[in-house]
């Protein structure tokens, strides 16, 4: 079964610091994809990144980027250089990459950006 | 402009009735995802389909069911709504068989069981 752990409820940050948000994740699958989706207070999800476990370079995406550690099933999200719109919810997830490809994601980590 | 629409935003509804949630995707998404979000525990998934008539349980089936009968739509059941099903609900919907299939999402439906 497929299971991912966040183990930070609230993060907080400064404007302009780089913050970290973890993410560890239970899976058999050999193939597997790992994502963030960032959940604002207006409730959307918007994707923000993905890493796949036979990438060999960690996933960059703007301020973006997930530190990906395989033997140590983490996929850990950093964003540099924090902004006061940053503030949001964010989520882990992870799907298989074939056959069925349930979605299945984190408690979230809410994370608040101060001036 | 891909869209997946809920068909309500909020719903309040009564115990022991009977609650229909429908999302609608237009992007031809073979995989279709329900979930219900509470403070502290994340995405709980549902049930997702994987095609046409077919579903799997996700991690928290119990009091729900759900119908796929056309690749565009897929509904999420309450055949007898209780107070701690009281939640929002999130629709999702993936392409199939694609390695960073990005997930769409609609816009939530807060149910509130009274």
């Known amino acids: 079964a497929q299971k991912i752990t966040q183990t930070q409820p609230g993060m907080f940050v400064q404007e302009k610091e780089a913050v970290t948000l973890d993410c560890t994740y239970d899976?058999?699958?050999?193939?597997?994809?790992l994502f963030w989706y960032k959940q604002p207070s207006s409730g959307e999800m918007i994707f923000l990144i993905y890493?796949?476990?036979?990438?060999?370079q960690n996933a960059t995406e703007g301020r973006y980027s997930l530190n990906f550690q395989k033997a140590r099933k983490s996929a850990n999200l950093v964003i540099s250089a924090s902004q006061l719109g940053d503030s949001a919810m964010y989520f882990c997830?992870?799907?298989?990459?074939?056959?069925?490809?349930?979605?299945?994601f984190g408690t979230g980590t809410r994370l608040l950006v101060s001036p | 402009d891909v869209k997946v629409t809920q068909s309500s935003r909020y719903l309040v509804k009564r115990t022991g009735e009977k609650v229909f949630l429908e999302c609608v995707q237009d992007?031809?998404?073979?995989?279709m995802f329900w979930y219900r979000q509470d403070p502290g525990l994340g995405l709980r998934l549902i049930y997702f389909?994987?095609?046409?008539?077919?579903?799997e349980k996700g991690d928290i089936p119990e009091g729900y069911s759900v119908s796929r009968e056309k690749k565009e739509r897929f509904s999420l059941i309450l055949e007898s709504a209780s107070t701690n099903q009281t939640s929002m609900y999130l629709c999702?919907?993936?392409?199939?068989?694609?390695?960073?299939?990005?997930?769409?999402f609609g816009q939530g439906t807060r149910l509130t069981v009274v």
């Open positions: 999702a919907s993936t392409i199939s068989d694609r390695a960073n299939t990005e997930a769409f």
């Open positions: 899976t058999s699958d050999p193939s597997y994809g």
């Open positions: 890493q796949g476990s036979y990438d060999q």
């Open positions: 997830a992870m799907s298989r990459v074939t056959g069925f490809q349930k979605l299945v």
């Open positions: 992007m031809d998404h073979e995989n």
């Open positions: 389909s994987y095609d046409v008539k077919m579903k």
